[in-house]
């Protein structure tokens, strides 16, 4: 096992709880529509990782490439949207994350099994989280038929509060950066 060893002369910077960047891969239209007219979390596929909802990463690379995906698939310019918001809003938000996405993490692979086959995030209710985080499922069909895109995340929002959120101009911007 290696570590990284840190020079004890180069401080870490102060923590002052910076707004967080998020990047959404789409194509051209979508994202000057998107801009026009705000973000719409009723227009993802139900069949996805967390359920229908608007799916953003941290990395603008791998946004890129699911924006070139899109393109392929269905046509149009790739374009990648970057969302820059206030943490204390996303803090706000009712939450479900999952960390790690390895065959033992049964939980994040139940709940992805759940949402693809459209149901809502919580049975009891009927329900959604406003806001999912986690890794990237691949393939998702059954032990050890599973596995998740390495170093993609994910963090999608479901609810009118999640939508609310993104198209408060005080709390979210948005830009189209590719």
């Given at each position: 096992?290696?570590?990284?060893?840190?020079?004890?002369?180069i401080?870490?910077?102060?923590?002052?709880?910076p707004?967080?960047?998020?990047?959404h891969g789409?194509?051209?239209?979508?994202?000057?529509?998107i801009?026009?007219?705000?973000?719409?979390v009723?227009?993802?596929?139900?069949?996805t990782?967390?359920?229908?909802?608007?799916?953003?990463?941290?990395?603008?690379?791998?946004?890129r490439?699911?924006?070139?995906?899109?393109?392929?698939?269905?046509?149009?310019d790739?374009?990648?949207?970057?969302?820059?918001?206030?943490?204390l809003?996303l803090?706000?938000?009712?939450?479900?994350?999952?960390?790690?996405?390895?065959l033992?993490?049964?939980?994040?692979?139940?709940?992805?099994a759940?949402?693809?086959?459209?149901?809502p995030?919580?049975?009891a209710?009927g329900?959604?989280?406003?806001?999912?985080?986690?890794?990237?499922?691949?393939?998702?069909f059954?032990?050890?038929?599973?596995a998740?895109?390495?170093?993609?995340?994910?963090?999608?929002f479901?609810?009118?509060?999640?939508r609310?959120?993104?198209?408060n101009?005080?709390?979210?911007?948005?830009?189209i950066?590719?």
């Amino acid at each position: 096992m290696s570590f990284l060893l840190v020079s004890a002369n180069i401080p870490w910077p102060v923590w002052k709880n910076p707004e967080i960047q998020l990047y959404h891969g789409t194509i051209q239209t979508n994202a000057e529509s998107i801009l026009d007219h705000g973000v719409d979390v009723s227009k993802g596929a139900a069949t996805t990782d967390f359920g229908r909802g608007f799916y953003t990463t941290t990395d603008e690379e791998n946004a890129r490439e699911w924006s070139e995906r899109k393109a392929r698939r269905i046509g149009g310019d790739p374009a990648v949207l970057r969302l820059t918001l206030s943490r204390l809003a996303l803090g706000r938000l009712e939450s479900i994350v999952f960390i790690r996405g390895s065959l033992l993490a049964k939980e994040y692979w139940s709940f992805v099994a759940h949402c693809r086959s459209g149901f809502p995030h919580r049975p009891a209710t009927g329900d959604f989280y406003d806001v999912a985080f986690g890794p990237v499922a691949k393939v998702w069909f059954g032990n050890p038929n599973s596995a998740v895109w390495a170093d993609y995340d994910q963090i999608s929002f479901h609810t009118l509060a999640a939508r609310d959120m993104l198209n408060n101009r005080s709390l979210c911007t948005l830009e189209i950066v590719s």
